[in-house]
C-alpha cells in the first residue's frame, strides 16, 4: 500500500474542506484533500448553486409567461416553450466551471487532491481506496473532518422511483405533472415554489403548523402569499404516511383524516445529516452532539489535532458558515491563534420573496433579556422595488435601547439576499442605529429601506 506523509489531511472537498485546504496551502501547510465525489461538496454540485440556477431559470421562464398573458409594462410575447434538457445542461455548465475552478485554486494552492473514498483508521491514519484502483494509506498530523451532509430518509417513503431527493430535482430528464413537497423548509419551499413557476402542480405537506418554521410569522406570511397566489396548495399539521406509485402520497392531518393526493413526483426535504459513521469517524469516539461531531469554539474535536467543520458539526448548516470555519482550522494549523466566533451568520432562504436574517429576532433579544427597540421600513413605500412590480416585503432592524447597537436584521422581499452583506458588516463592525441612519445610500435601490429601519427605530423615519 503507498504511503503519503503530509501536516494537513482534510476529507471532504465541500465548502468546508476546499477552503481550509486552499488557505492552508497558500500559508505554507503541506496539505493532502480526499474527495471521493466532485470537488465543491453537496454546495457546488447538488445544493446552493445548481438549485439557484433553476431557481434563475424557473424565475424566466414565469416571466415569459406573464408576457404571453399580456403584461401591464406593454411587452407581449408568445406563449413560451421549456426544454428541460437544455436548462439542466445549462445548469451543469455553471456547476463544472465552478468545480473546476475549485480545482485550479487548490493546485495553485500546493494542495494534493486525492480521488477516492477515505476511512479513518485512528486520529493520525486515514486509508483512502482511490477512484483509480490504488489503495493508500496517509499519515498526517492533523486530521480535518469536513464530511458534510446527506438528505434524511423517510422510512415509510424511501427515495427510488418517484421518491426522489433534492439531488434528483435539480437534473431532472422531464417536468412531472403533480409534485409532492414533504417539507417546507428551505429545500421545499425554494423548489416547490421553482417547479411550480416552470408549469408543474405543487402541493406541499408540512409537519408543523407554519411554513419555514425557523423564521417567524411576518417574515413568513409575505412567503404564504406567494404560494397561494402561485396555486402551491399546502398541508399543514399533516404527517406522511407512506407512497404507493399507483394511489399517491398519503398524508394524516391534525385531525387524523387520511388524505391521499395523486403525484407523479414527491421531493423529501425533512432535514439533512452529518456523515459522521460509515467511514471510520465513529471509531475515533469523539465527543458528539446526536449525530453530529462537537466542536469547540476553535473546530477542534475532543481529540487533539482533530478538526472538524461544516455540516458534519451541526447547524446552521450553511456553505459560508462551512468556509469561514474552513479558514479559522486552516490559520490555527499555521500557528496563528484564531476562534470561530461571528457575531452573525446571516440565512436566506431563496424562496419567492426571498427571507434574509442576520444576528437576533426581537424573540430571541428578549430571551436573552435584552431591552430592544426596533424599526420597520415597507418595499411598499421605497421607490426601487416599485419599479422593480415587488412591494411585498420589509426591513426590520433590532437594535439595544440603552445604546442603539444593532443586534439582528431581517428582511423578506425580491432579491432582499443581496442586503445580506450589508446586514452582517454592521453588526461585526458594531455599528449602532446612528451609523446606518446617517449614511447616504444610493437612490433608487432596495438598501434605502435599510437606512429608512433604520430612522423609523430612531423615531426619524423620512418616507413613511
Ligand atoms: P459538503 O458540501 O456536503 O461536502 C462534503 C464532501 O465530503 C462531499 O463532497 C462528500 O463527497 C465528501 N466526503 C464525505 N465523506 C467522504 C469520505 N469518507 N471520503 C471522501 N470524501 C468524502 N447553503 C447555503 O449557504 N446557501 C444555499 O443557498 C444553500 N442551498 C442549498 C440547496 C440544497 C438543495 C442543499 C442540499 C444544500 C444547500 N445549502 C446551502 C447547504 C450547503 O450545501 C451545505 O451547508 C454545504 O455544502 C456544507 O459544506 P461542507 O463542506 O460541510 O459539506
Ligand atoms: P429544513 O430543516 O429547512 O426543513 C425541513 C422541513 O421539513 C421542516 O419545516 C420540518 O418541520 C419538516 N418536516 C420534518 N419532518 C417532516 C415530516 N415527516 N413530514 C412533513 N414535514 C416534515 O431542511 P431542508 O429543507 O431539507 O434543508 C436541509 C438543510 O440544507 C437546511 O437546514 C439548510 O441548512 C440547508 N439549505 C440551505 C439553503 C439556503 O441557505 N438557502 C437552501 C437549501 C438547504
Same mark, same amino acid.
Not at 447547524?315 to 470561530?340: D, K, S, Y
Not at 433579544?365 to 421600513?377: P, Y
Not at 452583506?421 to 442605529?433: I, K, P, V
Given at each position: 500500500m503507498?504511503?503519503i ?5 482534510v476529507?471532504?472537498? #465541500?465548502?468546508?474542506?476546499y ?8 500559508? #505554507?501547510?503541506s496539505?493532502?484533500?480526499v474527495?471521493t ?8 454540485t447538488i445544493?446552493?448553486i445548481?438549485?439557484?440556477a433553476m431557481?434563475? *431559470?424557473a ?10 398573458g399580456?403584461s401591464?409594462?406593454g ?6 416553450s ?6 439542466v ?12 475552478g ?8 500546493g494542495v494534493k487532491?486525492?480521488k477516492?473514498?477515505a476511512q479513518v ?7 483512502v ?12 498530523e492533523h486530521?480535518?473532518l469536513?464530511t ?7 422510512p415509510?417513503a ?9 439531488t434528483?430535482?435539480?437534473?431532472p ?6 409534485l409532492?413537497v ?9 423548489l ?7 408549469g408543474?402542480d405543487?402541493?406541499?405537506v ?8 425557523r423564521?417567524?410569522?411576518?417574515l413568513?406570511?409575505?412567503v ?12 399543514l399539521d399533516c404527517?406522511m404516511?407512506?407512497?404507493?406509485? $399507483?394511489?399517491?402520497?398519503h398524508i $394524516? ?7 391521499a393526493?395523486?403525484a ?5 426535504a425533512v432535514?439533512?445529516r ?9 471509531s475515533l ?6 449525530h ?15 478538526w ?6 451541526g447547524e446552521p448548516m450553511?456553505?459560508?458558515?462551512a468556509?469561514a470555519q ?5 490559520e490555527q494549523i ?5 476562534r470561530f466566533?461571528?457575531l ?7 424562496t ?8 437576533l ?6 430571551? *436573552?433579556?435584552?431591552?430592544c ?9 421605497n ?7 415587488s412591494?411585498?416585503?420589509f426591513?426590520?432592524v433590532?437594535?439595544?435601547r440603552d445604546?442603539?447597537?444593532?443586534? #439582528?436584521?431581517?428582511?423578506?422581499g425580491?432579491?432582499v439576499s ?13 455599528a ?6 446617517g449614511?447616504?445610500h444610493a437612490?433608487?435601490?432596495? #438598501?434605502e429601506a435599510v437606512?429608512?429601519a433604520?430612522?423609523?427605530a430612531?423615531?426619524q423615519?423620512?418616507?413613511?
Amino acid at each position: 500500500m503507498k504511503e503519503i506523509t503530509t501536516r494537513l489531511l482534510v476529507i471532504g472537498g #465541500g465548502p468546508g474542506g476546499y477552503v481550509a485546504a486552499i488557505r492552508a496551502g497558500q500559508l #505554507g501547510v503541506s496539505t493532502v484533500l480526499v474527495e471521493t465525489s466532485e470537488l465543491g461538496g453537496t454546495c457546488l454540485t447538488i445544493g446552493c448553486i445548481p438549485s439557484k440556477a433553476m431557481i434563475h *431559470a424557473a424565475r424566466q421562464f414565469e416571466h415569459a409567461a406573464q408576457s404571453a398573458g399580456g403584461s401591464p409594462l406593454g411587452i407581449r410575447a408568445g406563449q413560451p416553450s421549456i426544454d428541460i434538457t437544455q436548462t439542466v445542461q445549462w445548469k451543469d455548465g455553471i456547476v463544472s466551471r465552478l468545480t473546476g475552478g475549485v480545482g485550479t485554486l487548490l493546485r495553485k494552492a500546493g494542495v494534493k487532491v486525492i480521488k477516492g473514498w477515505a476511512q479513518v483508521q485512528d486520529g493520525k491514519t486515514v486509508t483512502v481506496q482511490a477512484k483509480d484502483g490504488e489503495s493508500m494509506r496517509v499519515q498526517c498530523e492533523h486530521l480535518l473532518l469536513a464530511t458534510g451532509s446527506e438528505p434524511v430518509e423517510l422510512p415509510m417513503a424511501p427515495f427510488g422511483g418517484a421518491v426522489v431527493s433534492s439531488t434528483e430535482l435539480l437534473s431532472p430528464v422531464d417536468l412531472p405533472r403533480h409534485l409532492v413537497v414533504v417539507g417546507a423548509g428551505y429545500i421545499g419551499l425554494e423548489l416547490g415554489i421553482a417547479y411550480r413557476k416552470l408549469g408543474a402542480d405543487v402541493t406541499v405537506v408540512e409537519a408543523e403548523n407554519t411554513i419555514l418554521p425557523r423564521y417567524d410569522a411576518e417574515l413568513t406570511k409575505p412567503v404564504l402569499q406567494s404560494l397561494k397566489r402561485h396555486g402551491i396548495t399546502l398541508h399543514l399539521d399533516c404527517s406522511m404516511e407512506g407512497h404507493d406509485e $399507483r394511489t399517491g402520497v398519503h398524508i $394524516r392531518n391534525a385531525q387524523a383524516d387520511q388524505i391521499a393526493i395523486d403525484a407523479d413526483r414527491v421531493l423529501v426535504a425533512v432535514g439533512r445529516r452529518p456523515r459522521s459513521s460509515g467511514n471510520g469517524i465513529e471509531s475515533l469516539q469523539l465527543r458528539m452532539d446526536g449525530h453530529f461531531i462537537a466542536v469547540d469554539d476553535r473546530c477542534q474535536t475532543s481529540m487533539r489535532s482533530v478538526w472538524a467543520i461544516g455540516d458534519v458539526t451541526g447547524e446552521p448548516m450553511l456553505a459560508h458558515r462551512a468556509m469561514a470555519q474552513g479558514v479559522v482550522v486552516a490559520e490555527q494549523i499555521a500557528g496563528q491563534n484564531r476562534r470561530f466566533q461571528p457575531l452573525s451568520i446571516p440565512a436566506v432562504c431563496f424562496t419567492d420573496p426571498e427571507i434574509v436574517t442576520a444576528g437576533l429576532s426581537a424573540a430571541q433579544a428578549e430571551d *436573552a433579556g435584552v431591552d430592544c427597540i426596533q424599526g420597520t421600513f415597507p418595499f411598499a413605500a421605497n421607490g426601487r422595488a416599485m419599479t422593480l412590480q415587488s412591494t411585498a416585503g420589509f426591513v426590520r432592524v433590532i437594535a439595544r435601547r440603552d445604546n442603539h447597537l444593532i443586534l #439582528g436584521w431581517q428582511a423578506v422581499g425580491q432579491d432582499v439576499s443581496e442586503l445580506a452583506a450589508a446586514f452582517s458588516q454592521s453588526m461585526e463592525m458594531g455599528a449602532q442605529l446612528e451609523d446606518i441612519a446617517g449614511t447616504i445610500h444610493a437612490h433608487p435601490t432596495l #438598501g434605502e429601506a435599510v437606512q429608512e429601519a433604520a430612522l423609523q427605530a430612531l423615531g426619524q423615519a423620512l418616507h413613511i
